[in-house]
């Protein structure tokens, strides 16, 4: 199983980035899709999750700015990223639940500027 993201780069103050995670390889079926990030010197985070039942959770900071959709067809999940902040910058990581295992993706870079 392999997940890789894509979408991240350099996006000012106020400014939208949209990351995408394609889940692929032998595998019966995903459950849960989401986004965490890891800004340098803190913990990892938890930013949105979506389930295939179709509930979704995001994390206070990122609420009314951030929306995930996933694809549970297709293996893919989303996460549109408005009204960005500086300390929105971190390094952004795709997770999946797949065959009741957690996966991980490498990550993708987003920084933001003042």
């Known amino acids: 199983v392999r997940l890789v993201e894509s979408g991240g780069g350099l996006a000012q103050l106020g400014g939208s980035l949209r990351l995408s995670c394609v889940v692929s390889?032998?595998?019966?079926?995903?459950?849960?899709m989401g986004w965490y990030r890891e800004a340098p010197g803190k913990q990892r985070e938890e930013i949105a999750v979506?389930?295939?039942?179709?509930?979704?959770k995001y994390a206070e900071s990122v609420k009314g700015r951030f929306t995930i959709s996933g694809d549970f067809a297709e293996n893919t999940v989303h996460l549109q990223m408005n009204s960005l902040k500086p300390e929105d910058t971190a390094r952004y990581f795709c997770?999946?639940?797949?065959?009741?295992?957690?996966?991980w993706g490498r990550g993708t870079e987003v920084t933001v500027s003042a």
């Open positions: 997770s999946a639940v797949v065959d009741g295992v957690g996966e």
């Open positions: 390889g032998s595998f019966l079926s995903t459950l849960v």
């Open positions: 979506t389930t295939r039942d179709g509930n979704t």
